[in-house]
Each structure stands twice: as C-alpha cells, then as structure tokens.
C-alpha cells in the first residue's frame, strides 16, 4: 500500500486538502478540509485496520491471519486505537486554543467562528 502523504516534508505540520479532481470529467473542487484521522496512520497500521475490516471486526480471524496470538492483535489495536484518540484529541486541542484566542481578545467572534468552521471542514 502506498504511502498518502499527510504531513509537510520540510516543517513536519499537518497537510490539508486543498483541491481534489475527476479523472473522468475533469471536474475540479477547491477548498479546505483536513485529512481523515485514518490516513494519519502509518501504512502498517493502515493495512492492519483494513484487514480488520475485511474480517468483520474478528480479532481471532486476525490472529490466524497474521499469524500472531489473540493477546499480541488485541494489544496491536489498542495502540491504534489510541493513536486515533489522540488525533481527536488535537482537534480539541484547536477548537480551545480558538475559543482561549478570541476570550483574550487575539481574534474577534467573527474570526473565531470562521476558524471553528475551518476546523470542522
């Protein structure tokens, strides 16, 4: 699986999608939204939440599959579990820092709800 490309190679921050297009008609749509939690993952975890999937949840089926104990495919979930929790966490992280910003007077409500929205988008 290739590898999807989510943080800057020269600063190491968060990419956002700015432009996504049809190979079929051409159609181009432009924007901003951030990328989804999941392709924050590096592309062996990527690969082991798509096995999961494909084996409706079945963490016995995915022992067998990867070859590894009950014990070791459980514990590998949870840390992506909470590598994903995390990624939650900093989108909470932003939204206080937005609404600290605009308590302090650093931005106006109209500023702040702009870059809550920004957020959600």
Do not use: W
Not at 15 to 34: A, F, H, K, W
Request: hydrophobic content about 35%; proline content about 4%; aromatic content about 4%.
């Amino acid at each position: 699986m290739s590898r999807f490309v989510t943080s800057c190679p020269a600063c190491e921050t968060k990419l956002t999608v700015t432009r996504l297009s049809c190979p079929g008609c051409s159609m181009r749509i432009e924007g901003q939204s951030d990328i989804p939690s999941l392709l924050h993952l590096p592309s062996d975890e990527l690969e082991f939440v798509v096995a999961f999937i494909r084996s409706s949840g079945s963490l016995k089926e995915m022992a067998r599959l990867f070859g590894q104990s009950y014990p070791t495919v459980r514990n590998r979930l949870d840390e992506i579990i909470a590598k994903l929790d995390r990624e939650d966490g900093d989108m909470d992280r932003r939204r206080h820092e937005i609404l600290d910003a605009v308590a302090k007077g650093e931005l106006d409500a109209k500023q702040g709800a702009r870059r809550l929205r920004e957020l959600e988008t």
